[in-house]
């Protein structure tokens, strides 16, 4: 079973910023793609970020384009969602997943993730 704990949520203005992590494994960080994903009050849950598991490529979906980047630690076992030009529509719970995709130079939000975080709350208002 693998482990995925995120981290780094919170209460922030409209236009302000925050960075979510995601702790995993070595063998997870080399092995899975890993997906950020967020559920917001009444909604389904809507795929945010990805990336492979070489950390070579990303995607994002058009709502978070330009203001989100998605990245992995250079060192630690981590993959860090940076949140930029916050927005009370961003206002969600937010899960990493990983997904055994079997190209490491790809990911992609459409799939089947498998293992889950427990989530971080990021709430945005004023």
């Known amino acids: 079973q693998l482990q995925l704990v995120e981290s780094g949520g919170g209460l922030v203005q409209p236009g302000g910023s925050l960075r979510l992590s995601c702790a995993v494994s070595r063998f997870t960080l080399d092995h899975y793609a890993i997906g950020w994903f967020r559920q917001a009050p009444g909604k389904e849950r809507e795929a945010v970020s990805c990336i492979s598991s070489s950390g070579g490529s990303t995607n994002y979906a058009d709502s978070v384009k330009g203001r989100f980047t998605v990245a992995r630690g250079a060192a630690e076992n981590m993959v860090y969602l940076q949140m930029d030009s916050l927005k009370p529509e961003d206002t969600a719970v937010y899960y990493c997943?990983?997904?055994?995709?079997?190209?490491?130079?790809?990911?992609?939000?459409?799939?089947?993730?498998?293992?889950w975080g427990q989530g971080t709350q990021v709430t945005v208002s004023s």
């Open positions: 997943a990983a997904d055994p995709y079997p190209v490491r130079t790809m990911c992609d939000l459409g799939r089947e993730y498998i293992y």
